[in-house]
């Protein structure tokens, strides 16, 4: 781990335009068998909503940008068929061609065309090369996951349950690709806390959900080491800036996504996408499942006025941790606000808002996956129940610290 670390740290570049974290994880290494994905994506010009598309071969739901009105620029998101696709900018597989192809469409054209890992390399190597340099993380309801760094050279796969490319299980990405140029790219201090975090609960024997989504609001450092909650005030009050810059959370963090895969045998649609609509460190994850009916949460999807409520709540929240306005203003936080000895910050009121949404998700896919099918009147009732709970603690968490809505 250390030799990782140090080799890493030399090639450590400046962190530019906008940066993803993620991760895949083997069944073979997860605590209850089945396979893991991590999308946390960064980008600062839009926020993002879900949405349920009937266009394809299969169904599926996806979270696209707030600003893309049709829907189609996929960021992330799983199928009928149990795929689940997502993808990491690769600065060092980039070259410009004349390849009109953009990434949300090859995502979106994933979820509606293909059904297994093979489909989805068998799509792109149609493709052949690309105008961009991109690791997609893929994953299937047979079980398989797999990275493709494509570039405009084409395409190299990483098989998670390849022991020469993941000894233990797990493979990581950034902003670059294990094919290219290691000194073109860029995400090396988030790539080494990444790591560092897997392999610790690898050596543990405790890989679940639970580690991904908890990496998406790590406050240690990939490279200098610092750990924020070695410094935390002693309350709200205390006045205490920190520079916050290439920690896996940060204020171009739009959301996180953990997608918990299904067994063999498994019906796909018990394929859960754990999910922060917006900031991690403000925002309750919810769990989604895709259904024949679209089932979903309302305050995640468009309201009347084309927001989406948790999205607009979350955004008010982060305004408090980052108060200033200029663009030098995102590179440090007001820490007391986000943590603090008396637990009044955001992301841990945060956290304990999460507690009974996660519980009782947990209690629901434990009945789904007894009868190996979603009940999707539950699943409405819950969703119900979530949207009830979110809108009267997310008002009260707002008005609790004097902040406009």
């Known amino acids: 781990m250390k030799k990782i670390i140090t080799f890493f740290t030399l090639l450590l570049t400046l962190q530019l335009a906008y940066p993803c974290t993620t991760a895949i994880v083997s069944g073979k290494y997860t605590v209850d068998g089945r396979p893991l994905m991590l999308k946390n994506r960064d980008r600062s010009d839009s926020d993002n909503v879900l949405v349920t598309s009937k266009e394809g071969k299969y169904t599926y739901t ?10 189609r620029a996929v960021m992330y998101g799983q199928n009928e068929a149990g795929l689940v696709v997502m993808n990491s900018t ?23 065309r293909c059904a297994t890992v093979d489909d989805f390399e068998a799509m792109i190597a149609e493709l052949k090369y690309f105008d961009y340099g991109s690791n997609y993380g893929v994953m299937d309801a047979q ?10 050279l084409g395409y190299k796969k990483y098989d998670v349950d390849d022991p020469a490319v993941a000894p233990h299980g797990y493979l ?44 998406t609001r790590c406050l240690q450092h ?41 067994k063999p045998g498994e019906d796909p649609s018990l394929t859960i996408g754990w999910t922060c609509i917006a900031l991690p460190l403000t925002t309750t994850v919810i769990p989604i499942w895709h259904t024949a009916s679209n089932i979903l949460p309302q305050c995640m999807q468009r309201n009347a006025e084309g927001q989406s409520t948790l999205v607009n709540w979350s955004n008010i929240l982060k305004s ?41 998700a947990e209690e629901l896919m434990k009945k789904f ?16 129940w979530t949207d009830s709970y979110i809108a009267k603690h997310y008002p009260r968490l707002i008005e609790s610290h004097n902040l406009q809505p």
């Not at 490279?223 to 909650?229: A, E, I």
């Not at 603090?340 to 992301?347: C, F, I, M």
């Not at 996956?369 to 119900?384: F, G, V």
Request: one cysteine or more.
């Open 222 to 262: 990939g490279m200098t080491g610092v750990d924020l909650y070695d410094q935390m005030p002693d309350n709200e009050a205390s006045e205490l800036i920190v520079n916050f810059i290439d920690y896996i959370p940060r204020y171009s963090t739009m959301s996180a996504y953990v997608a918990q895969g299904v």
């Open 369 to 384: 996956r007894s009868k190996n099918k979603i009940d999707e009147q539950k699943l409405q009732q819950y969703y119900q």
């Open 62 to 71: 996806a979270v696209v940008p707030l600003s893309d009105k049709a829907n």
């Open 320 to 360: 408090y941790i980052w108060p200033w306005p200029y663009a030098d203003g995102q590179n440090y936080i007001q820490l007391s606000h986000l943590i603090n000895k008396q637990n009044t910050g955001l992301l841990q009121q945060t956290l304990e808002i999460e507690k009974d949404i996660v519980k009782r």
């Open 172 to 215: 990581v990405r950034s902003n670059f690709g294990h094919s290219g140029d290691i000194k073109e790219g860029k995400g090396f201090a988030r790539y080494n806390k990444a790591v560092e975090i897997l392999e610790q609960a690898y050596q543990q024997k405790n890989i679940s959900w639970r580690t991904l989504i908890n990496m």
């Open 90 to 112: 690769s600065y060092n597989l980039e070259q410009k061609t004349d390849n009109p192809l953009k990434k949300g469409n090859i995502m979106r054209w994933a979820l509606e």
């Open 143 to 152: 079980g398989h996951a797999a990275y493709f760094e494509c570039g405009h």
